[in-house]
């Protein structure tokens, strides 16, 4: 079978990187250009050298025509714009694009200014967009996309966490509730902050963007998709001290009181034949070592009778099932071949 030639635009970012990690195993794919504004011409490996030993493309300017030329898909991996600039173009030319940023995952683009400070410039595209959440995004959608919006970390452990609820009508919609913490690297390689310091992070925890953060709208859109009715969460995410990992606790309260294994049926049955999710035992709940490395969702559940509230937790790897391995996801989707082709399925411990 012939390979699939790819490119990844913002090769030497956290995402970037793990895309690279991940699709030079890939038994269907070569990695055809890697691309770095600020670094062309140099080498991946001398640069990151724990993706030493692999055989890689030099670092390229960002060149949409080359691009096109040398590639059937491209992953485009960096800041919020860069995607809405350059695909319009990569498209015209017959590429595929899967974009990791925020760009087209916001169907509106009101919505998207009102949240991310910026107008979109290709309005056009953003109701074309496939939002590529594999298990919650019918199979056949891939037969007809050419662009796909991989979701962001927080709503994908969010959405994964209640979907199976909403689409039940199991709980009261006004006020969903989402408790999120996550690794620094969700915080990207570029960032250049005080607050992302060693000293600063290290015997450190800490809530950020409380008032609101740009993750909600995009929780709650795909939540709405899947319920089809109204939707509002409260979303509050949290910054810890370690590298990688989400965990991600879910509160909804119930319409009317639900056996703890009916809802544990439920979640089963729902995430039955997603091989990227695991709904564990009653009373096993997972914590982010669990996931560490792998391109899967764990899930937890309990429900609090006193309340009459459902706690959904659930534990994905930023980088992996957040964001790099979800694109693979997506790009074996999209190809027609098996979802977890080239996709750790196991964390790595100790």
Known sequence: MKRVSVGI??????????????LSSHPQVE?????????????????????????????????????????????????????MEHAPALLK?????????????????????????IPHRAPDLLREALYGLPELTPPEAYRYTRLIANPGCYPTASALALAPLVSADLVQMECLIIDAKSGVSGAGRSRVSVDYLFTELDENFKAYAVERHRHTPEIEQTLVGIAHQPVRVRFTPHLVPMTRGILCTAYARLKQPVALSDLHALYSTFYGGQPCVWVRPLGDFPATRHVYGSNRCDIGLTIDARTQMAV????????VKGAAGQAVQNL?????????????LSGIAP
């Open 93 to 117: 030319s017959g590429v595929r694009v899967i974009d990791l940023s925020a760009d087209f995952r916001l169907r509106d683009p009101a919505v998207f200014q009102e949240w991310y400070g």
């Open 332 to 344: 074996n989707l999209l190809m027609g071949w098996e979802p977890t082709l080239g996709l750790p």
């Open 312 to 319: 959904v937790i659930s534990a994905i790897d930023n980088l």
């Open 31 to 83: 990695i055809a250009m890697l691309v770095s504004r600020s670094e062309a011409g140099r080498s991946l490996a001398e640069l990151l050298p724990h993706l030493g030993g692999i055989s890689l493309p030099t670092l390229s300017g960002l060149d949409t025509d080359a691009l096109a030329e040398r590639c059937e898909v491209v992953f485009l991996a960096g800041e919020t714009g860069l995607a």
């Open 9 to 22: 635009v913002g090769a030497t970012g956290y995402t970037g990187a793990e895309l690279v990690r991940l």
